[in-house]
């Protein structure tokens, strides 16, 4: 089992990764942040995408989908991929993960299998 500070920086082996976080969705707060790109603010970023994360759990109970359980989301911008990755794991609840790819070096369907990995050793 991992610790944040172990899922953050095994977060940043995955081939193009410029940040990663650890946020409390009902916060918005991170618990944990790690970058290699200079001026990537993470913790704006959390706050950000804990609205997202608001939304489409919000989209899922209005379509009637309560049921199914959200893997992830994808955001594409022209140059990066912004993946969250609710966390599930007992503990983990009512967090996820946020990842920040180059979308010209990372390999996306690596990191996702990546970050359910990070996910099922992440100690919380």
Do not use: W
């Not at 650890?22 to 001026?39: C, F, H, Q, R, Y």
């Not at 180059?102 to 990191?111: E, G, H, T």
């Amino acid at each position: 089992m991992s610790s944040i500070e172990t899922a953050l920086k095994d977060a940043l082996t995955i081939e193009g990764a410029l940040g990663a976080a650890i946020v409390d969705a009902e916060s918005g707060m991170a618990l944990g942040t790690l970058a290699t790109m200079p001026g990537l603010d993470l913790s704006l970023a959390a706050a950000g995408s804990t609205d997202l994360v608001r939304a489409t759990r919000r989209c899922l109970d209005v379509l009637g989908l309560q049921r199914q359980v959200l893997e992830d989301t994808l955001t594409t911008l022209t140059s990066q991929y912004h993946l969250i990755r609710p966390l599930t794991r007992p503990g983990g609840q009512g967090l996820f993960l946020y990842l920040v790819l180059d979308r010209n070096r990372a390999n996306l369907a690596m990191a996702r299998h990546h970050a359910r990995r990070i996910e099922s050793e992440l100690d919380m």
